[in-house]
């Protein structure tokens, strides 16, 4: 069964860290172009970081130099590490395929609540 599960968000202060993990079915995480996306409330969803089947990384300008994403092709994990947070990053995030044809159903996504 194609799965996604996100895990590590909660809440924290502006200024706090938190590291994110995404379990993924082999199916859908073997030699394919990750990514993390997030949702704010009545925003649509947008990608925030990438990382190639090699690791090359790229990451939206609102998060560059604060997220770090990576990716353990042994496990079929993917993470990303939240630095700096700020209150404009509260949002549910997922992580799926990059490209819209190699993605699984979207996960549960996990809730990250930056207060201010």
């Known amino acids: 069964q194609v799965q996604l599960v996100e895990s590590g968000g909660g809440l924290v202060q502006a200024g706090g860290s938190l590291r994110l993990s995404c379990a993924a079915s082999?199916?859908?995480?073997?030699?394919?172009?990750m990514a993390w996306y997030r949702q704010a409330p009545e925003k649509q969803r947008d990608w925030v970081a990438r990382?190639?089947?090699?690791?090359?990384?790229y990451y939206a300008d609102s998060v560059k130099g604060r997220f770090t994403i990576s990716r353990d092709n042994a496990k079929n994990m993917v993470y990303l590490q939240m630095n700096s947070l700020k209150p404009e990053d509260t949002a549910v995030y997922y992580c799926?395929?990059?490209?819209?044809?190699?993605?699984?159903?979207w996960g549960q996504g996990t809730q990250v609540t930056v207060s201010s």
């Open positions: 990382i190639s089947s090699n690791g090359a990384t």
């Open positions: 799926n395929g990059l490209y819209p044809n190699l993605r699984g159903a």
């Open positions: 082999e199916i859908i995480f073997r030699n394919n172009a």
